[in-house]
Structures are given as C-alpha cells and as structure tokens.
C-alpha cells in the first residue's frame, strides 16, 4: 500500500468529524496519506488534516454555490488518469461523499465498495467489513483488479487519534485543476437551513434519547427532548417518524440517518428496524422501553422495559426532577 | 412532462434475507414486490406530470427471471408503461453495472427528469442514481425532501446532515428523493386492471448495446471473502411495566452514574 487518499468534505472551517476518523485508518494502512479537500477553508482545514497524518492536501478550491459532486469528482479523476493514482480513495458516507463516490465511480469506470464498517490492510491488498441484516451478518470483500478501490466508510467506524509521534503542524497545499464538467455542475445551492438544536450534537452525546412510533403523536415528542435536556443529552428519533413529518431528518439514526454510539442509548417507542439498528446498537448500554415484548429491539437492549412508553416517560422525568 | 422512475424488485422484507451460499449475492427467489422506497418517486413523477398537464410516467427496472410483479403495483396506480432489462449475464451485477443498464435503458426513452429513491431497502448501496446521472451527462439533486417544477426548473429542498439546502437544476436531471416525500397513492379497481395491458417492453443486455464484461460478475470487479455471523450482542434485563418501571430504569441510571 503505497499511497491512500481521504477525502476532507468541510464543515464550518474544519474537516467533518469522519475525515478524522478516515486518516486514523488510512495511517493504519502504511502507506503515505493525502487529502482532497474543497471549498473555503483550505488553510484551516490543512492544519487539522496535518495533525492526523496528512502530508498532502490537494485543494479543489472554492467551489461557491455548486453541489461538490460533479466538480470533486472531476479534479480527482483527472489526477488518477494523469498518473497520481492513489491505491485506495476512502470517502465518508455523507450526502456529498456518496454523491462524489458514485461520480468518480463512473469518470475512473471502477466499482465502489459501500457501507464499509472496518478495512484490514494486508499483503498489499485491502479488505473491507460490511455489516449486513441490520448488523447480524459480517461480510467480508476486496476488489479484483480495481485501482484505486474507492471506499464509502460509515460513521463511526474508526475512532481518530491524532497522529503519534505528532503529525505535520503545516502540509503542503496544492491546488489541483478542475477540468469542465458541462451539464453535469448545472445545479446550484441557493440558501442553506440548519436545523435548531439546544444541547450537544446527537452524534457526540454521551446520552441519546430517541423515538419512534410508539409514542402515538407528535406532540408526545416532548417527552423525549425533556428527557434528554435532564440526562444532558440529545433527541434523536426512528426513520418512521422522520418520514410522517414529526421531527426534522437531522434527528434521524440508522442507517441513512445519524451514526450514534453514546454512553447509554434509550430507545422509546421504537421497535429496532434493521435499517435503525445498525445506527445505534454500537451504544456502550441500551435501555428500550416499548408495548411489544416481542419487538428486535429487545433482542439487544441491556435494560427492556415492556409497556407503554408515554407512561413510563412522564413517571421518569417526574422521578429524575423530584431527586434535584 | 416525461419522468422516468428507477423501480427495484425486491423480495418481500416480511421474509428474512438471505445470501447465496454459493456466490455471495442477495436470494431473490419467489414474488418479488416493488421496493417501498420506489413508490415515492412514482407518486412525485405521476404528481408532476398532472401539475405539467401532459406526460407519462415510464418505469425502467432490472430484474432476473422477467420478473414484472413489482411493476404491475406501480403501472396501476398510473405509470404508463415499463422497460424491464432481464438478461442472465446480469447476475452479480453492482451498482455500477445497474446503474450502465438503467442509463441505456433511461436513453431509449429521453426523459425530462429521472426520479429514484436514495437508496434500495435490499442492497442499499445508495450510489446508483447518481451513478446513472453521470452516465447520462446530467445534473442530480440527491435526498430530494420537497421537489416542484417552474419556470422549467427543478425547485428542490435537499436534506444535509444539519438540515437543508434549497437547490435549483435545470433539466434534464436525475433527483433522488427520501421516503415521505410524498404520500403514495393506492391504486384503484380500474387501475389494477388497466395495468395488465399496460406495455412492458424486455430487453436484453445485447439489445441495450452493451458489452457483457461490463455488467454481473465480470463488471463488479469485487469478491466477498467470507460471510460470518457478527458478535451477537445479548439480551440483557426485561421488565413488565406495572407502573413502576420508571424506578428500574432510574436505578439503571444510577448505576451507569448518569444520574
């Protein structure tokens, strides 16, 4: 393994928490590490990448108000076919990586290995683990004859370290040129929402409260945010209630939502779909709370509790408030 | 108004999944049905071509065995007709094998907008659609959560991880849109059996002009190593709630010193 690349998507000044964890593994693979990165914040980004283990950053540039697909995915083809071909390209699963990674799959014509959970570097050749049927079953893949093997990594699939003995203070930056991707970059962002949020990140809280449908309304959807603020933790909730309109998709865990792995996870009204499972049952400790003794959730929860979440909750909160 | 709509077969999730032993890839025996995160794109498609006031709404898939059970449930409820690739050298096929197939296909038809979900309940690779916009030389707007048509131009409300982006795009263009982006509708008596005469016309690979190398096993150019059950995580306490539940899960608490 002679050279592997991670892509740095920027958020607010900074590479996204899983660019971190990215290098952390492609340091693991021996080989050395470089970066692509895009958009404003190239030199504050440099920094950070460096203390990881970057040597090289390769900057888009500014990509204004383009969608990063299109253009990303240009400028790092037109690398590989120049010749700086990396061995490996790992991309972080987010709405622009997979966006990236589909398009780079087509511009380089190579497969792409998704949903990747864990890579072994051996002999040269990268494994990776993919965990599937809701995280019951490990399977295990390596491409044939595809270089570089292009890698969409979960969340969460590697804790970052920053690079021991420290890594590069400053790295070198390369602007690298983006050859014109005609219709394809006709899209444009024109205003940016974030959703409010009071309390840590739900993907950083030590205690993540979530649910699901089996709180009946929306309205009961307060139960779990004032359980949350009580235990310092953040909401989070099941795919069905994102779907029915309840709670905005930033609140959403498993698998095309939040990665979380907090100290201690209460699932309430939710019955542990396959596709919420694998976003969560990484928790050091799960409570469920839910009417059927026969849901999945179960089947994993440390502490379940058979009834009625809208019952347990409000007797819970009152409980916690009277020990202040 | 043209839409094209990407629609996976599947095997019914009520069944539990499986692999083949022998090659690795997802069982897809028996009546296969319509992936729910498909009927979202046929309902925006059928919803944007009436606000269009003229169209259809074609449906393109890929599937063994010709199988067309998961198409009928979507030509009932008013998509116009199908293309359904079916061919064995499709076996093994990867996302970006399908995604060669449904581009061909797409080009036969010259769509104004292709819609598909972000990703398969099976398979969930979740590259596809955009795979298949690179193909075709177009613009995609991935997680679409709101999508309308003006001015002959897509207005789309685009997830992020925080929240939203407000995103305009010209067409032609591929958009994948999130579950719940729209309520599917159910289709009527008539529909069900207009949908019986609706065309569903089946290529082959040959027919689409594509090379078999570049498709099934030969075009994934990936292998899976081993298959292994994962570190169960075991079921811990269970409790009935008889109304005092709440001081197990306090005392749980206290004991992670949460509280």
Known sequence: MDKTWVLAEQRGGVPAGIVLELLTAARGFGGVVEVVTWGPSSESTATVLGRYGAAKVYDVGDIGEALPGPKVAAAIASQVSGGNRPDAVLIGATHDGRDIAARLSVRLDLPVLTNVVGITASGGRLTSDHSIFGGSTLLRAEFTDAIPGLFVVQPKSFVAEPAEPAGQRSVEIVAIEVPETGATNAARIVARHEEERSGPKLDEAAVVV??????????????????????????????????????????????????????????????????????????????????DREAPIFTIADLGVVGDATKVVPKLIEAIKARR | MNVAVCVKQIPDTAMPPALDPRDHTLVREGKLIMDESDSYGVEMGLQLVEAAGGGEVSLV???????????????????????????????????????????????????????????????????????????????????????????????????????????????????????????????????????????????????????????????????????????????????????????????????????
């Not at chain 1, 359980?227 to 209630?241: D, E, F, N, V, Y």
């Not at chain 1, 095309?256 to 990484?282: E, R």
């Not at chain 2, 449930?73 to 093994?92: E, H, M, R």
């Open chain 1, 210 to 291: 979530a649910g699901g449908r089996g709180l009946g309304s929306p309205g009961n959807f307060a139960l779990i945010t004032e359980l949350a603020q009580l235990l310092k933790g953040a909401p989070g909730a099941s795919r069905a209630i994102v779907d029915a309109g309840w709670v905005p998709y930033a609140l959403q865990i498993g698998q095309t939502g939040k990665t979380v792995k907090p100290m201690v996870y209460i699932a309430c009204g939710i019955s542990g779909a396959a596709q919420h499972m694998v976003g969560m049952k990484a928790a050091q400790k799960i409570i469920a709370i839910n009417k």
């Open chain 2, 61 to 259: 898939s890929m599937a063994p065995n010709s199988a067309t059970s998961g198409l009928r449930t979507a030509l009932a409820t008013g998509a116009a007709k199908a293309i359904l690739v079916s061919d064995p050298v499709l076996a093994g096929s990867d996302a970006l094998g399908t995604a060669k197939v449904l581009a061909a296909a797409i080009a036969r038809l010259g769509p104004d907008l292709v819609l598909a979900g972000t990703e398969s309940t099976d398979g969930y690779a979740g590259t596809t659609p955009v795979q298949v916009a690179e193909l075709l030389g177009w613009p995609s707007v991935s997680f679409a959560k709101h999508v309308k048509i003006s001015d002959g131009l897509l207005r789309i409300q685009r997830q992020t991880e925080a929240g939203y982006e407000e995103v305009t795009c010209p067409l032609p263009a591929v958009v994948t849109v999130t579950s719940g982006v729209v309520e599917p509708r159910y289709p009527s008596f008539k529909g069900i059996a207009a949908a019986k005469s609706k065309p569903v016309e089946e290529l082959t690979v040959a027919d689409l002009g594509l090379d078999p190398s570049q498709v099934g096993f030969a075009g994934a150019r990936q292998q899976v190593i081993s298959v292994e059950a994962a570190e169960a995580r075991a079921a811990g306490e269970i409790v009935v709630d008889k109304g005092d539940a709440h001081e197990r899960v306090l005392g749980f608490l206290e004991q992670l010193k949460i509280l």
